[in-house]
């Protein structure tokens, strides 16, 4: 498993240098030029490629017919990469983390501006989890448009609001990220359902 992670982190060693870059740049120099929302939404953005990046290049070096002949079962694999791009999330939001929360904007009124930086965490979290199920779910099948439109409306609708809402009536940073570590369903849910379709795959 450790090589099947050391492979990730080296095959997209020019994406985890992108966005530590931007991380840097924004940090040295966003606080003057951005917004804080915008400091969030820019490695947001970049972080939405992660996963398309990740699989487009195996899929052009034959990863999968190379990684289906050695003695790892196809859950390990999912394990990997799942492991993989959400330590890439954790590291990105914790790189920009010192710009956002330094910015005047979030020294002004520090609850809210947390708030927003955990919503912007967990909607992530929904994202790639999103992005996993898709990837491995049937082309044809009708359940991908529902759990698009699913996760734009917890995202939307509930995620954002509920965060905010909180930070208006409590103080206390834990009780903020309540919603926060609810994002770890999603994760779980798309896993097995992505081990689920894996499995069902004719790599050869």
Same mark, same amino acid.
């Given at each position: $498993?450790?090589?099947?992670?050391? /492979? ?45 990046? $990740?699989?487009? /290049?195996?899929? /052009? +070096? ?21 492991? @993989? #791009? ?17 910015? /005047? ?18 909607? $992530?979290?929904?994202?790639? +989890? ?6 491995? #779910? ?15 409306? %917890? ?18 940073? @834990? ?8 994002? %770890? ?5 798309? @896993?097995?359902? #992505? ?10």
């Amino acid at each position: $498993m450790k090589a099947l992670l050391w /492979q990730r982190m080296t095959a997209q060693k020019p994406f985890i240098l992108l966005l530590l870059l931007l991380c840097i740049f924004t940090t040295l120099f966003g606080v003057r030029f951005l917004s804080s929302f915008s400091l969030l939404f820019v490695p947001t953005t970049l972080l939405l490629l992660l996963i398309t990046s $990740m699989y487009e /290049q195996d899929k /052009q +070096s034959k990863w999968a017919v190379f990684v289906n002949a050695l003695p790892v079962s196809k859950k390990t694999q999912l394990f990997v990469d799942f492991l @993989f #791009c959400y330590g890439i999330c954790l590291l990105a939001f914790s790189a920009i983390s010192p710009s956002y929360f330094s910015h /005047q904007n979030a020294t002004n009124n520090t609850i809210e501006h947390f708030a927003i930086f955990a919503a912007f965490f967990s909607s $992530m979290i929904w994202l790639l +989890s999103l992005q996993f199920y898709v990837h491995y #779910c049937p082309k044809n099948s009708n359940s991908k448009i529902y759990a698009i439109s699913g996760v734009i409306f %917890i995202i939307l609708v509930i995620n954002f609001p509920i965060h905010y809402y909180l930070s208006l009536v409590s103080p206390s940073a @834990f009780i903020i990220l309540i919603p926060t570590f609810f994002s %770890i369903i999603p994760v779980i849910l798309s @896993f097995q359902k #992505c081990v689920a379709h894996y499995n069902k795959h004719d790599i050869y």
